[in-house]
């Protein structure tokens, strides 16, 4: 990466902009966005450890379609387990069913829709599909009306292993948007003709094990390498060792103490803004650094304490020093359109993490609300009080009444879900979208050649508004 003219402060991503270069890149489909850290995410993506955003929904999605979701810190080793073996389990190429059976009813498949894109409740006896029920088909009845008696019987079925154009072609030819998949009569998944499209471009991020890839996160408090063990027992593929300030004494302590348990898996450290930082916390054990203090959507650390440091920037240094000693760094936070994860990638980045983007979406582990007709999830910051609180529910009344008087975050946001992109692939679709685009600007079929190819320049706000596009006409 190289600047046209490089500034002498330091620079957000709304600060810069890329330069169109000579490409011999024809397609965006040429473009392998499999990423460098070597973690086995095959789309730079990661969704980051927020509770009110990653849980299993979330990670067996983003696993898929090739990124990863880190599971948070707060939830219980043993929750964590149940989880990991869950995503596990499940298909890489079909999703997951809502099942219920024929006396359920109408009112509990309305609560069930909005927790998976494909907007289908299938009906089962004896794990065969018998019915499928839609959100249309549930409107204008009781909410106590038994699903038998509005459900769409004898419904379409795929059978496992068609071929995914097949299965688009079949779809569409009877007009319906998902189907059941089953092996012989039994219920095996859900397809929908968009995933079918999807799985003929996107590559699963699968672990050792050949299983939908996990990960997890681990504080710096108490048995960081008991705890470490614990994940690594449930098979979390992926260890996150994770702190507002990641360059400190304790973290990096915690960080030798994960890599002392942690073998063959890789071992994320954060968060850092510096140079000095990353390899300090690579030479305590870390491969992947990450680097982020205050970008965040949900965070106030940089209004409540001063400190921080603009992001396109802190990235470019940490990656620098990273890649000199032959490791990566993640870009944690501060993305708000696919333009930051593509200027992410060209600064250095080998990962980009995204929360409070993914807040809106079915997938995310929120309650779905209704804003007088506007569907919208709760989300938090890690270090709010909302947080903390969850944090030290284990502590004395006066502990956690102290602990609560310090915080750093939002707790509580709503996050309309987009109608027209409300579940996360709908994003995730629009992000690789761009960042492949990006690589076809600058000539770039990887990841690292856009870091090497990139040419970059330093636009003033009325530049970077230039760029938006206009919602109505002037």
Aim: aromatic share 4%.
């Amino acid at each position: 990466m190289r600047f046209l003219q490089r500034p002498s402060h330091d620079l957000t991503y709304s600060d810069v902009f890329m330069v169109p270069a000579h490409s011999t890149v024809g397609s965006r489909l040429e473009v392998d966005l499999t990423t460098p850290d070597r973690v086995g995410t095959t789309i730079p993506i990661v969704v980051a450890n927020m509770t009110a955003i990653s849980g299993r929904r979330m990670a067996e999605t983003v696993a898929r379609r090739g990124g990863l979701a880190v599971l948070p810190q707060d939830i219980p080793v043993d929750v964590v387990s149940e989880v990991v073996s869950w995503v596990k389990s499940r298909h890489p190429v079909y999703d997951t069913p809502i099942t219920l059976g024929p006396t359920s009813t109408v009112g509990e498949a309305l609560a069930l829709l909005t927790k998976r894109a494909h907007g289908i409740v299938v009906v089962v006896e004896g794990g065969s599909p018998v019915g499928v029920v839609t959100d249309g088909q549930c409107q204008g009845v009781d909410r106590f009306t038994q699903l038998s008696e509005v459900m769409t019987r004898e419904p379409l079925t795929i059978p496992a292993g068609t071929d995914l154009p097949k299965i688009f072609d079949v779809l569409s030819g009877e007009r319906v948007s998902a189907a059941p998949v089953v092996e012989g009569d039994r219920l095996v998944g859900v397809v929908t003709r968009k995933g079918a499209l999807r799985s003929a471009i996107y590559t699963p991020a699968t672990g050792p094990d050949g299983f939908l890839l996990t990960s997890a996160a681990v504080g710096i408090n108490g048995d960081v390498a008991g705890k470490a063990s614990s994940l690594l027992a449930a098979g979390v593929d992926v260890l996150v060792v994770d702190t507002a300030h990641g360059h400190q004494e304790k973290a990096i302590e915690a960080v030798r103490a994960v890599r002392s348990v942690a073998g063959a898996v890789p071992v994320v450290a954060g968060n850092v803004v510096t140079a000095q930082g990353t390899r300090d916390l690579i030479e305590a054990g870390a491969d992947v650094v990450k680097v982020g203090v205050g970008p965040g959507a949900m965070c106030t650390t940089r209004m409540m304490t001063g400190v921080g440091r603009p992001q396109f920037s802190a990235v470019e240094e940490c990656a620098a020093e990273a890649r000199s000693l032959g490791k990566h760094v993640w870009a944690d936070g501060g993305v708000r359109h696919p333009r930051d994860i593509a200027l992410a990638l060209a600064a250095g980045a080998a990962n980009v993490m995204v929360g409070s983007w993914f807040a809106g979406t079915y997938e995310s582990a929120g309650d779905v609300h209704d804003d007088g007709g506007r569907l919208y999830k709760e989300s938090f910051g890690m270090a709010s009080a909302r947080a903390v609180k969850a944090r030290t529910s284990t502590q004395t009344g006066f502990e956690r009444a102290r602990a609560g008087l310090f915080e750093e975050g939002i707790s509580s946001s709503r996050m309309y879900l987009d109608p027209a992109r409300p579940g996360v692939e709908d994003l995730i679709d629009q992000i690789v979208a761009g960042v492949r685009s990006s690589c076809t600007y600058a000539g770039a079929r990887t990841v690292d050649e856009l870091h090497e190819r990139a040419v970059l320049g330093v636009q003033s706000s009325a530049g970077y508004e230039e760029g938006r596009p206009l919602p109505t006409s002037w």
